[in-house]
Structure formats: structure tokens, C-alpha cells
């Protein structure tokens, strides 16, 4: 059984953590355990320690507040701070980024899956044959959409963007509907977590 890599927190850099931590490799989970809080992070470099070779000294990405993180803290690696809930556990909830509720319910249980994930292959990708219907006839009709495709929609301020996407969510023909909310205004979150279906998830960050 291989154990956990520990280590300390050496000083911070801005919104960033340097820490000594052994074996630390870039992409890994870690955890900063302060007295009052622990904060989860990823490494995002690493480099040579500048008192002993062998030592490995990495920088932190955290995914909150540093407030009550000091040096000397504990530092351990923790692969699950990068996994999040998978499955119908999360159909009709709202989680942010971490995986932790925001709609004031109980964690979600269930199984965790790994935020980064394999790349598919160009050769493995089936092409978008299939038709999405989302509800809104002006879209079904002369701009239909292809099931598995990317799509983008811009435009001015209050020009109908965020109704449109409602009218999507509410119409569109899948069994589960997934609402990323990224640097969104908070009572735009506030909105769509209070008129959340049990079909859908929001993920707000």
C-alpha cells in the first residue's frame, strides 16, 4: 500500500501556494490543512528544492480562500479533492465546482469520477448525424442542431441570450440537462437554481 506524500506550506505567492511536498507531480490533488480550515488545491509546477536536491518544492493552485493558511501548514496529497459526484444522485441539485451543494441539501452520495479525463481520439469520435430537438421550433427548423455538437451563442447584453437557453433547458428532448454557470452574476445563479427541475444539474462557479 503506497501512503500519501506530506509536506508543508513554505510561503505564498499571490493567490498561489508553494509548498514542500515529495513525489509531487503537476496535476495532482492536494490538500492544505491550516488550524481552522483545510483548503483543497492542484499543483500546477513543480521544481527542485532549494535546500536538498531530492526535495521537491510545488506550486498550489487553490479552489478557495487562503484566509488562515500559514507557513509551516500541513501539506498532503489527496487524489479525491479532484473528483466530483457522478449520476441521477445529481439530477435536480446544484453543486459548485468542488462538488458541494449550493441548493442547501445534503452532500450528494454516490460515485466520484475524476475531473480530468483522456482526450478521445479523432479516429473514435462518431460524427453528429442525429438531430437534437431542443423545444424551440425557430431553431429545430432552420438551424437544427446535431446531437453531440458544439454550439455558441453571442450576443449584446439583454439581447435574449439567457431566455433562450431557459427555453432550451425547459424543451430540450434529453434526460438530463447539465447548466454550467461560469463567472455567472449572482442572482442570475439565484434564479436558475430556484426554478431547478428534477432533470436538470447546476454546476455554478
Not at 527542485?48 to 487562503?66: D, M, V, W
Not at 466530483?84 to 453543486?95: D, K, M, S, V
Request: charged letters at 25%; a positive charge; one cysteine or more.
Amino acid at each position: 500500500m503506497i501512503g500519501r506524500s506530506v509536506g508543508a506550506v513554505v510561503a505564498t505567492r499571490g493567490h498561489l501556494v508553494e509548498a514542500e511536498l515529495p513525489f509531487a507531480r503537476i496535476g495532482d490533488g492536494v490538500r492544505v490543512c491550516a488550524r481552522d480550515v483545510a483548503v483543497n488545491a492542484r499543483v500546477v509546477a513543480v521544481s527542485a528544492g532549494a535546500a536538498r536536491a531530492h526535495e521537491t518544492r510545488a506550486l498550489l493552485a487553490p479552489f478557495g480562500s487562503l484566509a488562515g493558511v500559514a507557513s509551516g501548514d500541513r501539506v498532503e496529497s489527496d487524489p479525491s479533492v479532484l473528483a466530483l459526484p457522478l449520476g441521477t444522485p445529481l439530477l435536480g441539485r446544484a453543486i459548485d465546482a468542488a462538488g458541494d451543494p449550493l441548493d442547501g441539501q445534503p452532500v450528494p452520495r454516490g460515485a466520484r469520477v475524476a475531473v480530468a479525463v483522456p482526450l478521445q481520439a479523432l479516429s473514435e469520435r462518431r460524427p453528429c448525424t442525429e438531430l437534437f430537438r431542443t423545444g424551440v421550433r425557430a431553431i429545430d427548423g432552420p438551424l437544427a442542431f446535431g446531437r453531440g455538437a458544439r454550439i455558441g451563442v453571442f450576443g449584446s447584453p439583454g439581447s435574449g441570450k439567457s431566455s433562450l437557453l431557459d427555453a432550451i433547458v425547459r424543451g430540450a428532448d434529453a434526460d438530463a440537462v447539465v447548466i454550467g454557470l461560469i463567472g455567472e452574476r449572482g442572482r442570475e445563479a439565484e434564479r436558475r437554481i430556484a426554478a431547478l427541475d428534477e432533470r436538470s444539474t447546476i454546476v455554478c462557479a
